[in-house]
């Protein structure tokens, strides 16, 4: 079982930065795809960035040079680095994990999520 805890979320302006954080507990793994997610009002849940335990990344088109996503295996943590954040970046934030590559497989934990809310 693992237990993944967000935050670093909020209300900001367009054009602005925010650094999310995730911190998994229990039985972790740091070979573990670790990654997030979000959820925009009204649509579905879409895959955001992930990294692997080579450090490899990657990230959907939308967040490309914008989005920067980093791990920390000493302190079980993940994080997302965003910048020149948009209003269409708004949505619940989730921090996800998985035995497999997220962006084809469901992860297999998934944290709470916090709001980031990016106001025109």
């Known amino acids: 079982q693992v237990q993944l805890v967000e935050s670093g979320g909020g209300l900001v302006q367009a054009g602005g930065s925010l650094r999310l954080s995730c911190v998994a507990s229990?039985?972790?793994?740091?070979?573990?795809?670790m990654g997030w997610f979000r959820q925009a009002p009204g649509k579905e849940r879409e895959f955001v960035a992930a990294?692997?335990?080579?450090?490899?990344?990657y990230y959907v088109d939308s967040v490309k040079g914008r989005f920067t996503i980093s791990r920390d295996n000493a302190k079980n943590m993940v994080y997302l680095q965003m910048n020149s954040l948009k209003p269409e970046d708004t949505g619940v934030y989730y921090c996800?994990?998985?035995?497999?590559?997220?962006?084809?497989?469901?992860?297999?934990?998934w944290g709470q999520g916090t709001q980031v809310t990016v106001s025109s």
């Open positions: 996800a994990v998985g035995y497999y590559d997220l962006r084809t497989r469901t992860p297999d934990y």
């Open positions: 229990g039985r972790t793994s740091s070979s573990y795809h």
């Open positions: 990294i692997r335990w080579n450090t490899m990344t």
